[in-house]
């Protein structure tokens, strides 16, 4: 079964996971020592909702009070983490050569235009390519921890652009989307 992924940040990261060059540690002692590398104690317990002295003793092995909600949370952190060099890497090949940056998303839309702002109950699937400053600004934003909000204003500028406007001159493309309501989303690059 399939987990429904709503976060564009954390979709991005399970994208990411097809270009690793490796695995990252399997244990989750492993992971916190990993984690621990590049975060103090204090800022990883607060992250896995746990207490400093908690996250030392999983570090030293001892995992036998980690939930299984923080153990969700340790893997989640670890796939936002892990080599970052070879995400990069693999996002300026593919923003250098053109390459496809596809994402699926069910969604009710918000429409903002020169009449005012409009709801649309339906709530649409779409498969869509986004277009390549979108790509850029989604894959720049998400380098640099650019908030939820921030990532779906970028991905509901680029769906826009791709499917509603498609074919529209600039002049013609008077309204705003917004992403009001998103049950799921996935990239494939």
């Keep these: ?18 270009h690793w060059t490796h695995r990252p540690p399997r244990s989750p002692a492993a992971r916190i020592r990993h984690l621990l590398r590049n975060q103090d104690t204090e800022a990883l317990a607060h992250r896995l909702f746990a207490y400093p002295a908690a996250v030392a ?56 235009t020169l009449q005012g702002e409009f709801d649309d109950p339906r709530l649409r699937h779409l498969t869509e390519e986004l277009p390549q400053p979108h790509r850029r600004a989604l894959f720049e934003a998400h380098r ?15 769906i826009g652009e791709a499917y509603f406007f498609h074919g529209l001159a600039p002049d013609q493309q008077q309204a705003a989307i917004t992403i009001s309501d998103l049950h799921s989303v996935r990239f494939h690059y």
């Design 57 to 112: 003793r999983w570090a030293d092995g001892d995992t036998s009070t980690l939930s299984p909600s923080q153990a969700a949370l340790l893997e989640r952190e670890i796939i936002r983490t892990w080599q970052t060099h070879a995400r990069y890497t693999a996002h300026q090949r593919i923003l250098d050569h053109h390459g496809c940056v596809a994402v699926q998303l069910h969604a009710r839309f918000t429409y903002s």
């Design 144 to 158: 640099h921890n650019a908030g939820e909000d921030r990532l779906r204003r970028i991905l509901a500028d680029g």
């Design 1 to 18: 079964m399939t987990t429904t992924i709503t976060s564009v940040a954390h979709s991005l990261d399970l994208a990411d996971a097809r």
